[in-house]
């Protein structure tokens, strides 16, 4: 019984590290895709003495647009990817019973982040 436990135990423990590697390239891949154009059309212009004219207007609007697609998409991504994320909203907003003894989610997540 105890060996069915350990390996139980480890195949968590794999699942948990390919899903926090699933999560980390995927934010990686949207901040580059976001911030990328953004940060790398300023850094051409630093090179040029003209000020942003005309299309170089234009870029610097859209992408700077892009970049604020990072900041929205960050926590959608957060929800996809997090069950204990999803458990602590659900704990937050009632819609997750828990049992008389169990402490929230939500304290548990909070107390650890503090540390």
Known sequence: FGDNNKKASAIDDI????????MLITMLTVFL???GP???HRFILSFR??????Y?????????????GSATL?????SVNSS????????AYGLRPRAPNQRPLSATISAVVVL
């Open 56 to 68: 170089d207007r234009l870029l610097h609007n859209v992408f700077g647009a892009f970049s604020f």
């Open 49 to 54: 003495a003209t000020n942003l004219v005309g």
């Open 33 to 35: 895709v976001t911030w």
């Open 38 to 40: 953004f940060l790398g």
């Open 74 to 78: 960050n926590p959608i991504m957060i």
């Open 15 to 22: 699942r948990g590290r390919k899903q926090v590697m699933v």
């Open 84 to 91: 204990q994320f999803r458990i602590a909203i659900k704990e």
